[in-house]
């Protein structure tokens, strides 16, 4: 299966300008992929590339712009390094003899505030070390510091790949499975795929790819069909399914064709369990059952798209919602990596599966949106939530 953006560790490259962060991406990937100059400030803004770091797996890299940039482009140039921090899994923070300045320091603290790891690099040893002092203060704000020169030693990636796996987690080297716990050895899975407008022709989707590996992973089988051949798939089984997982768009018409005795979820709560807090969005959707005229709700896209016909954020969600509850309400819409700093506005943030998004990133939503009050859930779980099948849908995951 290819890997997506959503499904690599991200780590970012921070640091001052010229202290040779674009030198220690180009050291990794053994190639020119960033661009590396005497004069500070050569990278103006986030350099995103991915690549396969083995043992750690697939991996996504932003090179950043330095943290002590100057003038009123340059404070922009900040601000849009400092937004990495919400979707990095780890940090590298690059010194070399400049030494630690105040920056570096505002720049620990907003790490160590996200609990992301931290690996520093003391490079261009090959040149000069910063003082004792400043030494000291980097290990000391640091999970772990290495000590390299990026353009003239031979064992740059080793070093950081083995730096990399003393600070991360087992979850990050293993990755979670998405039905772990839910199904067991030699269970069968139903998997029920629309062939819609919203689905690509000739493929299906990531999330769908992605359940299809891990039921193989987990040594169990996958039939998969759509809506109109269910019965016949059910009927056909000799034994009844383990679970039967749906698109959330047709939940409704599954939920009726599947026997309640046998266990239904959808694709979009599968991935609210792995990317975000399936307990925290459970919550999040009651909101549904307190909305008045005029409240705001904010629905975000992991992707850019082009909205369809019916496209599930943009009017199936919407109309969902206005129809469960009778309220008049106000919707409005973000995409990609955009996510409002104002979101107190809202009564309800409603974020969609993530297949394109990383963990970091939608947990560092949720975040966002305890510390201001703000209820927030997902596609999956707000679509089962206004058909009235939540609990059923839960239900999996009841351990």
Do not use: W
């Not at 206005?322 to 996510?339: A, C, D, L, R, W």
């Amino acid at each position: 299966m290819k890997e997506t953006r959503g499904n690599r560790l991200h780590i970012a490259v921070l640091g001052k300008m010229n202290t040779g962060k674009s030198s220690i991406i180009n050291a990794i990937f053994n190639r020119e992929v960033s661009i590396v100059s005497d004069y500070a400030g050569t990278t103006t803004d986030v350099n995103q590339k991915a690549m396969e770091l083995l043992p750690i797996g697939p991996v996504s890299i932003m090179d950043t712009a330095g943290l002590d940039d100057s003038g009123e482009l340059g404070q922009k140039r900040i601000e849009k390094t400092l937004e990495t921090i919400e979707r990095s899994d780890v940090a590298i923070v690059v010194f070399d003899n400049s030494g630690v300045k105040s920056c570096d320091i505002e720049l620990f603290e907003k790490l160590k505030n996200k609990n992301i790891p931290i690996l520093s690099i003391i490079n261009k040893i090959d040149i000069a070390y910063p003082d004792k002092n400043d030494i000291e203060k980097i290990k000391n704000n640091s999970d772990k510091t290495i000590e390299l020169s990026a353009k003239n030693d031979n064992n740059v990636t080793s070093k950081i790949k083995q730096g990399l796996i003393n600070i991360l987690s087992d979850d990050y080297i293993n990755t979670p499975s998405l039905l772990n716990g839910i199904i067991r050895q030699d269970d069968t899975i139903v998997l029920v795929i629309p062939t819609d407008k919203e689905a690509p022709k000739g493929r299906i989707i990531l999330p769908q790819v992605q359940t299809i590996r891990d039921i193989l992973d987990n040594k169990a089988m996958s039939v998969v069909c759509d809506v109109e051949r269910l019965p016949i798939v059910l009927k056909n089984l000799k034994t009844q399914p383990r679970l039967v997982i749906t698109d959330s768009q047709a939940f409704k018409e599954v939920d009726n064709i599947v026997k309640k005795e046998i266990e239904l979820t959808s694709f979009s709560i599968l991935f609210a369990k792995l990317k975000g807090d399936l307990k925290t969005f459970a919550n999040g959707a009651k909101t549904l059952d307190n909305l008045n005229d005029g409240d705001k709700i904010l629905i975000c896209e992991s992707c850019s798209h082009h909205p369809v016909e019916d496209d599930i954020g943009r009017v199936k969600i919407p109309n969902l919602i206005k129809k469960y509850t009778g309220k008049n309400v106000e919707f409005e819409h973000v995409s990609g990596h955009i996510f409002p700093k104002d979101i107190e506005k809202y009564k309800l943030i409603i974020h969609c599966g993530a297949c394109m998004t990383n963990r970091r990133e939608v947990l560092s939503r949720i975040e966002a949106a305890n510390s201001k009050g703000v209820a927030i859930s997902n596609y999956g779980i707000t679509i089962a939530k206004c058909l009235n099948i939540l609990d059923r849908a839960l239900k999996p995951f009841k351990n």
